[in-house]
């Protein structure tokens, strides 16, 4: 029970811009589940994709062991070869080939050099049968629902008989009898001795299928805990970070808790299909609105909807008066409304153009191509925020690709800024970000509230969230929780919301 | 037509007295706006059309030498310019649709069926030559339209989309002029392929109107940054709010438009179209083009006048193949060492392999 | 109900009725003859368009076929005309020289992260480069063993000859078959096709799965330059040009998905014959003209992208 079977020590690795790991470790003993927790952004997905050989962990650093020998897979297919089987957050099977083919594919039973089909699909409904499936294995992946497409995704993975099978949000898309089904499964291969690694968000699903626990913050090792012993708001400091005691009286918005300013954004009521239900929120003009909760509550998904991404099934959106109700990101922009995503990777940064166009380009795209703002007038603009929020650059033509995380935020806040919108949203503006711009960052928003801007700011760090806010309103399961100001408003309180079950 | 971009400029200078300390301010804390990296982008290319040449004088000292007779100028200089005016013209605009991360496939057969329409149009001889050339232009518009349409409204993947045009063009041009290769007689519209003015060919004129205007619409418009943002991030440029759906159309419009011009001067070279072989294969010569002047098929940043270079250069090799006294059969040989030598600078993981190679090289001296 | 195999049930449709239409139409279209020609004609197409069927179902392209199949038409002419070596010889140098140039065109894909469009042109530039390099003449094949193969058959009735070509292709397609769907190859191919991430995270060897596709495209492509000898007993350097877009045209019309993960090689067997089929009606027409076909091609082609759209957009609201 207690012999290792992987560890992982001191392992790093870095992306241009973002230290993803640093140093980071991770013990798994035979025959126990693992959890693995941490934000959104903490470096679980990287350190997977490390251990499975997806990616390649800094050179030089830390070392991997796995049964017994030091190992450093340089591909998937050698580290499911010695026997590290993997399951990813996003379905990763092929939509175009059948249930059975996805679940023996490389693995096919043979018969004089040639696949057995008819052996093949016997398998595969025998192996489903254990996860309660009743489906046509020779139908394409993609006729299945995501839940039973996430299902077979895991029954491939059992399939492989590894020593170490690594869950990736399993449950994510899974209903209750099928989470059962599989924590069923589960304590079958526990019993067989496999060890399995469970990442997921939902904190009572950890409670009742882990052994242990190690958390991830920002890319470090915070601890490694036995499950029975951790209550539930030890774990969440953990996973969100500060000791409780050490939050108090740090309430410095940059205007004042005003209970009558007048309202310049409400949703009233709003659905997003397969999104969130019945949202309200309300900006009042010059204040800014913070929100919390954990990954998946519905923080990104409200903020997609108001600025256009996703369509509005039904309730309504007013800015300044006037109904919102943009079709896609462009009309939002027109209405007053600017974003800056949380993947600044794939939905912010434009990498190979320069910190001059980035931040240009908003602005440009919303006076259309023919009013053309030359270059003397985009590099005034650059010049102008460079110098504002301080952005580290030895000058305005570097590719915004090759600024540190910090930056790369800093350029796209002033992307919108230049637009001068009148609500500005911000999906975790700190992410990832080194500890010195994550407060120049926070201290920008108390600038901006101070000179009128309104702003809406998802942030899982509730320290900030309380510092810098008028009112936080809390996410749980795509809907709205609670709606904490005044006194009320402190990260015990908030903590609470989030975790109450 | 010179004088715009002076006066577009004006009109854009900084108004405010604070933009202009903080321009001060800049010009104190940063380099000159021009960077290195744009500088090492005209580097590679440039200096290969130079070497090249440098070759071909060294081969035949009358390399460089140009007359003037009859009103132009004669040259093998003047030769490469006059020969290298189609794939030019198709290089522009195919740099702007690889810019968006797409491909055009069926500038050859566009250029065909262009041709087909001015030849046809001429061999009646009721239309006027203005009427001619509108309707030349205005097909090969619509053509890039169709291919812009399938490719951003119905989703489908630009390689196949233009592939469509591709097989069918060559048809429809035939069918325009009913299988016939049609031969007219028009002093006027022949000017377009073998006319000269100010001592130069017209293609060639040609060549540099279109560079021009393109220029102006591009960079003195925000459409060029639209496009290069389109190409860098797909997904990103619609959170910024731009239309990249219309970038798109507008980008295989504008190869349809001069697809159109390159197929008129084909057609009119000739004096007759020939819908199976005009611009045959002149897509693949106007895409390398594009390559060899640096551009990444990927998308993201181009250079139209980097892409004519790279047509000067397909056609200068060309001929540096026949002074050098090889016969022409190794002409295809060459290119292909040439594509190849070119995509392996292109790709990351070369230059990676290349540059540990370099520094176990130095590491070993030392 | 599976939409898997109804962009082939239309492409059968459609052969069909086109067939039928002409064999209505004219005398002696519906017969066993004009059949047997349309597998004997277009046989090299045919064994081309095979392995084009595997790139593309893998999600990538291969222009270079064209080249190679001249480029095998002049080794032949060169080695059997020129130096007198005998025919199986000169194939069994041929085959393998072929198959190495696939296999480094696909190195070069998989290891510089190249595109296959680009990586091939420039392989379609290099094996016409070569071969005009070797020889700008045809040069003839005077051969007892060529004769053989041209005497080698079985008459059939109705006047109809199944000939060395048609076998050999026959072959090549029941081996395509069994490759594609009962081994392991041809699920790395359909897998990469799929997605090709997907694939490398399940484990696919995606380096060897790569140089493997591309090669047997180049070694199907030289065979076909072989038999493309049998017709002519010439080797020509500008042979075959234009085949590379006759074979991915057939692809597609054979209900391949060209970005690949969806199709069949029977299917492209069928595209070939209707593109075949298009050009013998007319030919028995008479008084349509050769410029048609390539328009009929061109509508057949847009119709099987917005059908595969379609199809794939119904998929998507399915999950």
Redesign the interface.
């Known amino acids: 029970m207690q012999e290792s079977v992987l560890a992982l020590e001191n392992i790093s690795k870095t992306f241009p811009g973002v230290k993803a790991l640093q140093g980071v470790q991770l013990t798994l003993r035979a025959g126990e589940v693992h959890a693995l927790l941490g934000e959104n952004g903490a470096g679980k997905s990287t350190l997977v994709k490390v251990m499975t050989g997806?990616m390649r962990k800094d050179e030089g650093t830390g070392r991997m062991c796995f049964d017994g020998k030091d190992r450093d897979f340089t591909?998937?297919?050698e580290a499911?070869?010695a026997g590290i089987s993997?399951v990813?957050q996003e379905v990763?099977?092929?939509?175009?080939?059948s249930v059975a083919?996805n679940l023996f594919?490389?693995h096919?039973p043979k018969r004089f050099?040639?696949?057995q089909?008819s052996r093949m699909q016997q398998q595969a409904r025998e192996l489903l049968k254990q996860f309660k499936l009743d489906i046509d294995v020779t139908?394409?992946l993609?006729?299945?629902?995501?839940a039973v497409?996430q299902l077979i995704a895991i029954a491939?993975g059992v399939a492989m008989k590894a020593k170490v099978l690594v869950l990736d949000e399993p449950t994510a898309s899974l209903d209750k009898d099928e989470v059962e089904t599989l924590f069923g499964v589960m304590e079958q291969l526990k019993s067989e001795g496999v060890a399995i690694v469970f990442i997921s968000h939902f904190l009572d699903q950890v409670y009742r299928i882990s052994d242990r626990i190690t958390v991830l913050r920002n890319g470090q090792f915070i601890g490694e805990y036995i499950t029975a012993e951790l209550p539930r708001p030890k774990l969440i400091e953990a996973m969100l970070g500060k000791e409780l005691q050490a939050m108090h009286g740090q309430h410095q918005p940059g205007c004042a808790d005003s209970v009558d300013a007048p309202a310049l954004f409400k949703m009233d009521k709003v659905c997003v299909k397969n999104s969130i239900e019945n949202m309200d929120i309300l900006v009042p003009k010059g204040q800014a609105i913070g929100m919390a909760g954990l990954l998946g509550s519905g923080r990104t998904e409200v903020c997609r909807a108001i600025?256009g991404?996703d369509s509005v099934a039904s309730g309504q959106m007013q800015l300044a008066d006037a109904p919102l109700k943009p079709q896609?990101?462009?009309e939002?922009?027109?209405a007053g409304v600017a974003?800056c995503?949380e993947d600044r990777k794939?939905?912010?940064?434009?990498?190979?153009?320069s910190i001059r166009?980035n931040i240009?380009?908003?602005l440009?795209?919303?006076?259309?191509?023919?009013?053309?703002?030359?270059?003397?007038?985009q590099?005034?603009l650059a010049?102008?925020y460079i110098?504002e929020l301080q952005i580290a650059t030895?000058?305005?033509?570097?590719?915004i690709g090759q600024l540190s995380g910090g930056n790369q935020q800093k350029v796209i806040l002033a992307?919108w800024l230049a637009t001068q919108p009148q609500l500005l949203v911000l999906d975790e503006p700190t992410r990832g970000i080194d500890i010195g711009a994550h407060a120049e960052i926070l201290n920008l928003i108390k600038r901006l509230c101070h000179d009128g801007m309104s702003l809406l700011v998802t942030s899982s760090e509730l320290e900030e969230l309380v510092a810098f806010a008028n009112k936080v309103v809390v996410l749980r399961d795509r809907r709205k929780v609670s709606e904490l100001s005044g006194e009320d408003m402190t990260p015990q309180h908030i903590m609470q919301a989030i975790a109450e079950a | 037509m010179s004088q715009q971009p002076q006066s577009l400029s004006i009109v854009n200078k900084v108004d405010s007295p604070a933009d202009e300390a903080l321009i001060a301010a800049r010009k104190a804390r940063y380099s000159p706006g021009k960077s290195t990296n744009a500088l090492g982008r005209y580097l590679w290319p440039v200096s290969a059309l130079v070497l090249l040449l440098l070759v071909n004088l060294f081969m035949d000292a009358s390399f460089f030498s140009i007359s003037y007779q009859d009103g132009r100028l004669y040259g093998s200089l003047i030769d490469i310019l006059n020969r290298s005016a189609p794939v030019a013209l198709l290089a522009i605009g195919m740099s702007v649709v690889i810019a968006t991360g797409g491909i055009d496939l069926s500038v050859g057969a566009v250029m065909a069926i262009a041709g087909a329409v001015c030849a046809g149009m001429l061999v009646g001889g009721n239309y006027s030559l203005f009427t001619v050339i509108c309707a030349g232009l205005t097909v090969g518009i619509v053509a890039g339209l169709v291919n812009g349409g399938l490719v951003s409204f119905l989703g489908i993947q630009p390689i196949v989309a233009t592939l469509l045009l591709m097989v069918a063009g060559r048809g429809v041009a035939q069918l325009i002029n009913q299988g016939q290769i049609v031969t007219f007689q028009s002093d006027a519209f022949a000017f377009i392929g073998i006319g000269a003015f100010l001592g130069l060919p017209f293609p060639v004129w040609l060549v540099l109107i279109t560079l021009l205007l393109s220029q102006l619409l591009l960079r003195r418009t925000a459409l060029g940054l639209f496009i290069e943002a389109v190409g860098c991030n797909a997904s990103a440029s619609r959170y910024l709010g731009i239309n990249d759906k219309g970038v798109k159309l507008f980008v295989y419009g504008l190869t349809g438009f001069c697809a159109a011009i390159a197929g008129m001067i084909a057609t009119a070279d000739i004096q007759g179209a020939d819908g199976n072989n005009t611009g045959l294969w002149l897509e693949l010569d106007a895409i390398l083009a594009v390559v060899i002047g640096g551009a990444a098929l990927s998308g993201g940043r181009f250079s139209l006048v980097l892409s004519v270079v790279g047509a000067l250069i397909i056609q200068t090799l060309s001929t540096t193949i026949i002074l050098s006294g090889l016969p022409a059969k190794f002409n295809l040989l060459i290119k292909a060492s040439v594509v190849l030598i070119v995509l392996l600078l292109q790709s990351d993981v070369f230059r990676q392999h290349a540059q540990s190679v370099l520094k176990g090289l130095k590491g070993g001296k030392a | 109900m599976s939409t898997r195999y109804l962009p082939l049930y239309v492409t059968g449709a459609l052969l069909s009725l086109l067939f039928g239409l002409g064999a209505i139409q004219f005398d002696g279209f519906g017969s066993m003859r004009v059949v047997l020609n349309l597998f004997s004609d277009n046989a090299f197409l045919m064994i081309t368009a095979i392995g084009m069927t595997l790139v593309i179902i893998s999600g990538g392209i291969d222009l270079s076929v064209g080249s190679v199949i001249a480029l095998s038409g002049v080794l032949c002419g060169l080695l059997i005309g020129e130096y007198g070596w005998h025919p199986l010889a000169a194939f069994a140098l041929i085959l393998p020289l072929a198959t190495l140039f696939g296999a480094i065109m696909g190195m070069w894909i998989h290891v510089y992260k190249l595109q296959p469009f680009i990586v091939t042109l420039a392989g379609m530039f290099f094996a016409r480069g070569l071969a005009t390099m070797l020889s700008e003449e045809s040069i003839a094949i005077d051969h007892p063993f060529y004769d053989a193969v041209a005497d080698f058959g079985f008459s059939l009735p109705g006047n109809a000859w199944l000939g060395t070509s048609t076998l050999l292709l026959l072959l090549v397609l029941v081996v395509a078959v069994l490759v594609m769907h009962y081994s392991r190859f041809g699920a790395y191919v359909y897998a990469l096709g799929g997605n090709h991430q997907s694939a490398e995270l399940m484990g696919v060897p995606v380096a060897k799965a790569t140089i493997g596709i591309y090669a047997t495209s180049s070694f199907l492509a030289a065979l076909a330059g072989i038999v493309f000898t049998f017709y002519t007993f010439s080797g020509y350097a500008l042979t075959a040009v234009g085949t590379e877009l006759d074979a991915i045209a057939a692809v597609v019309i054979g209900g391949t998905l060209l970005t690949g993960g969806s199709g069949f090689v029977v299917g492209t067997i069928l595209g070939v014959l209707m593109m075949g089929v298009i050009q013998t009606y007319i030919i028995f027409d008479g008084s349509l003209s050769s410029w048609w076909t390539k328009i009929v091609i061109g509508l057949l082609l847009f119709f099987f992208i917005v059908l595969q759209k379609l199809l794939n957009r119904g998929r998507v609201q399915h999950a």
């Open positions: 997806a591909s998937p297919s499911q070869k993997t990813y990763n099977l092929l939509p175009n080939l083919q594919l490389g096919e050099a040639l696949i089909h139908a394409p993609n006729q299945f629902s995501v497409q491939r600025f991404v896609s990101p462009a939002a922009i027109k974003l995503p794939t939905d912010g940064i434009i990498g190979p153009l166009e240009a380009l908003a440009q795209a919303r006076l259309g191509w023919w009013r053309y703002l030359s270059k003397a007038k590099q005034a010049d102008k110098e030895p000058d305005a033509e570097k590719p992307r």
